[in-house]
T-cell receptor, first 113, second 115 residues
C-alpha cells in the first residue's frame, strides 16, 4: 500500500538553529500536508500544499511540494523551545478533502534552550 | 468553543471489557474519522463517515464498530478489549469538497489503556 517515509526520525537542535525535514513516497500525491503534534494533544495543521513546486510559508515555517509530486520538505527557521513536538507529513492522492490521508511516521523535534 | 471534542480523555479498563469513546464536532463538517496512534506515534486511519455513511473502513477487527448518529457525532464502540488495543484514538473532521484550505481538524485524543 501507499507509504510515506520521513527523515530524520528525530532531531536534537540548539535554540536558534534552522531545521529541515523531508517526506518521500513511492507514489504520487496531489496534496501534501504538514501537521504538528504537541505532547498530549492532537495533530494541528501547519501548512497545506496543493500544486507541484508550490512553496508556502506560515511564519517561520516554509514547506515545498516536490516537483515530482513524490516528496515534500519542511523548514523551520530560528527554532524556539515551543517548536518541540512531532511533525507529521501527510499525503492525499485526490484533491477532494474527504479522501484518505496517509500519514508519515513523524519527525520528533527537541529544542535545547 | 471547542472544535472537535472527545470523551473520555483517558480510559483505563480490563481486558475483555466493552467500552465506547465519543466524538463531537461543532464545525459544520460532514466527514468524520477515527485514527489510532500506537506507542511509536504512527497514525493510522481506521474509519471515515461522510454524511453518516461509512466511506473508509480499513482492516480493523470486527470488535471495533463505529456509529454516526448524525453528521456532528462519531462514536467508536470496542468489544472484548485486548491488550493490543491500548493506544491513543483520535477523531478528526473535515468538510467534503475541494481541499484547498479545507483540511482535517483533529480532536485532543482518547488514551485507552487495557490492563
Amino acid at each position: 500500500g501507499q507509504q510515506l517515509n520521513q527523515s530524520p526520525q528525530s532531531m536534537f537542535i540548539q535554540e536558534g538553529e534552522d531545521v529541515s525535514m523531508n517526506c518521500t513516497s513511492s507514489s504520487i500525491f496531489n496534496t501534501w500536508l504538514w501537521y504538528k503534534q504537541d505532547p498530549g494533544e492532537g495533530p494541528v495543521l501547519l501548512i497545506a500544499l496543493y500544486k507541484a513546486g508550490e512553496l508556502t510559508s506560515n511564519g517561520r515555517l516554509t514547506a515545498q511540494f516536490g516537483i515530482t509530486r513524490k516528496d515534500s520538505f519542511l523548514n523551520i527557521s530560528a527554532s524556539i523551545p515551543s517548536d518541540v513536538g512531532i511533525y507529521f507529513c501527510a499525503g492525499r492522492r485526490f484533491k477532494t478533502s474527504y479522501d484518505k490521508v496517509i500519514f508519515g511516521p513523524g519527525t520528533s523535534l527537541s529544542v535545547i534552550p | 468553543d471547542t472544535a472537535v471534542s472527545q470523551t473520555p480523555k483517558y480510559l483505563v479498563t480490563q481486558m475483555g471489557n466493552d467500552k465506547s469513546i465519543k466524538c463531537e464536532q461543532n464545525l459544520g463538517h460532514d466527514t468524520m474519522y477515527w485514527y489510532k496512534q500506537d506507542s511509536k506515534k504512527f497514525l493510522k486511519i481506521m474509519f471515515s463517515y461522510n454524511n453518516k455513511e461509512l466511506i473508509i473502513n480499513e482492516t480493523v477487527p470486527n470488535r471495533f464498530s463505529p456509529k454516526s448518529p448524525d453528521k456532528a457525532h462519531l462514536n467508536l464502540h470496542i468489544n472484548s478489549l485486548e491488550l493490543g488495543d491500548s493506544a491513543v484514538y483520535f477523531c478528526a473532521s473535515v468538510k467534503s469538497g475541494q481541499g484547498i484550505g479545507n483540511e482535517q481538524f483533529f480532536g485532543p485524543g482518547t488514551r485507552l489503556t487495557v490492563l
